[in-house]
């Protein structure tokens, strides 16, 4: 029998090993590397959500709707008091819209900006928003809390804006009088329109909603 020596047995278990040592070396790199990818993603900011004001079921869409666009003053999103290309906000009257735009200056000093969510709006565009208010609210008469008819809507005459969002409006409620722009209807934060005596003499007390406006009463 041939007796191997004792320095070949062991370079050849070291041999039989190399296999398993370099197979641990690869697992133990893979497992670092996963771990480090792990750590880099739990540690990432998310990427922010899209944000959206709030906005309540009883404001207007600024979506066409019943066939009725831009023209009949439908708005998208994102449109400014200083977008004149879009009729809800050019053909709002003058002095309204002026006022609009020297607070809106101001208040972006703030770091506050003024959306349209609905200004002008046509006859069409009115009554259409009225019957989707029956629609939604189940009678007349409740609908009339949130939706005028098209011979009384100020915003059918240009005399109204509804202003998005939240911090807009908080700034208007804060500092509109300034400017001549009040608050009119209670349960309508959104809804200004031009009292150019609030300048002196702040605003006049609102409405509880719109039946209670005798302008809505003709």
């Known amino acids: 029998m041939t007796r191997i020596p004792p320095s070949a047995r062991t370079t050849a278990r070291r041999i039989r090993w190399l296999p398993v040592v370099g197979l641990i070396v690869v697992i133990a790199v893979i497992t670092a590397a996963l771990g480090y990818h792990s750590r880099n993603s739990s540690s990432s900011p998310a990427a922010p959500l899209a944000s959206s004001a709030p906005s309540p ?17 439908a708005v998208p999103d994102g449109v ?6 879009y009729p809800a906000v050019a053909d709002l009257d003058h002095d309204l819209l002026r006022a609009l735009r020297e ?11 003024f959306y349209v969510n609905s200004g002008w709006r046509s006859p069409e565009y009115q009554n259409e928003l009225l019957r989707e208010a029956v629609s939604e ?23 109204a804006i509804d202003i998005g969002h939240t911090n807009a409006t908080a700034w208007l409620s804060e500092h509109g009088a300034e400017y001549g722009l009040c608050q009119i209807y209670r ?32």
């Open 57 to 73: 079921s009883n404001t207007p869409r600024s979506a066409p709707r019943g066939g009725l666009g831009e023209a009949d003053g």
């Open 103 to 113: 607070a809106a200056t101001d208040a972006a000093d703030d770091g506050v900006q």
């Open 187 to 218: 349960n309508e934060p959104w809804h200004y329109e031009l009292r150019p005596e609030a300048i002196d003499r702040r605003c006049p007390r609102m409405y509880a909603d719109p039946t209670q406006d005798p302008r809505m009463q003709r």
């Open 80 to 85: 400014s008091v200083f977008d004149d290309g």
């Open 137 to 159: 609210y189940g009678s007349k008469d409740e609908a009339a809390r949130w939706v005028a008819t098209a011979d009384t809507s100020p915003h059918v005459s240009g005399d």
